[in-house]
């Protein structure tokens, strides 16, 4: 059973990559990318979504544009160091020839999910600004949208933005929070399990071992984020957004666990940290699967095979 699902995106190098897995996955009909702020500017991240689908020979595939600040705060993006100064690392990506849809991306998520009600899975993989306005502007978008599988949050695990809140979230802490009281199935891939999904320098050469642009651009783009990644003392990069389509592509991967999982929005020391209520004390029914397990090294073999597939595959 094929699922069909947008990418709602702040590219980013590993959310580019994300969409290379989803062109190279057949249980997944990738029906369009929206783009929001987040790593860097919404110019750039809009640029790349349309880039990174020319490169992939899958320009048909159409690209709305989003959101560039939360609802409340400031832009907040991941700097240059993690994602390179346009956001794709050292990758020089020509200027696409392809444009978005004149359609805002709030206004495209609502018409796709509600033409199509419970067929179409959400997967967010940058801050949930489109996804909450989306929520608030159409009463039927929740009650139509089969499920958000979402990249974000850190339950047991420490922060990546702050000591205590992952990037997604504590770009807009307040979409967040609309969204994890939205109603909507939501499956959580947080910082617990994305951090043990490690993209080595030697599975970088071993898809170069096949001469393709996909090849060299999955080098190019991974090398200012591994460098950021060393100086952090880890070896390799976290693969944080393709790991969110393991959850459709190969969902025994990872082991959930059924939570009331909230976020602070107070604006203190604890911005944006998300937690779940392991006790219960709440009373609150659970409103999301929580991904807390992956078998991480065989999900980083997953898409070695499939970058090295879509290599072969598309002829330049
Ligand atoms: O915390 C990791 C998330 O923040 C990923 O989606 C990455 O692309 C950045 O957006
Ligand atoms: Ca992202």
Sequence with gaps: ??????????????????FLLALASPEIRLEALTSVHGNIGIENTTRNALAVLELAHASHIPVARGCELPLIDRAY???????????????QLPEPKSKVINQHAIDFLIEKVNAEPNQISIVP???????ALAIRKD???????????????????????TPLAEFNIFADPHAAHVVFHSGIPIKLIPLDVTYQCLFMAEDVERINQIKSPIAKFIKDATSVYMDFYKSEGIDGCALHDPLTLATIIAPDLL?????????DMSGGVSNGNTFADF?????????????????GRDFIE??????ETLCKNISF
């Design 77 to 91: 993006t991941s700097g240059k160091n993690v994602h390179g100064k346009q956001g794709v690392g050292n990758a």
């Design 302 to 307: 997953l898409f070695i095979e499939r970058m």
């Design 255 to 263: 082991r959930f666990e059924e939570y009331h999982v909230d976020v």
């Design 125 to 131: 993989i940058g801050p949930l600004t489109n996804i």
């Design 139 to 161: 009463v039927q978008f929740a009650k139509n949208i089969k499920e958000l599988v979402i990249m974000g949050g850190a339950i047991k695990q420490g922060g990546n933005a």
């Design 279 to 295: 006790m219960n004390v709440s009373k609150k029914p659970a409103n999301m699967q929580v991904a807390m397990q992956v078998r």
């Design 1 to 18: 059973m094929t699922s069909k699902i947008i990418i709602d995106t702040d590219p980013g190098v590993d959310d580019s990559l994300t």
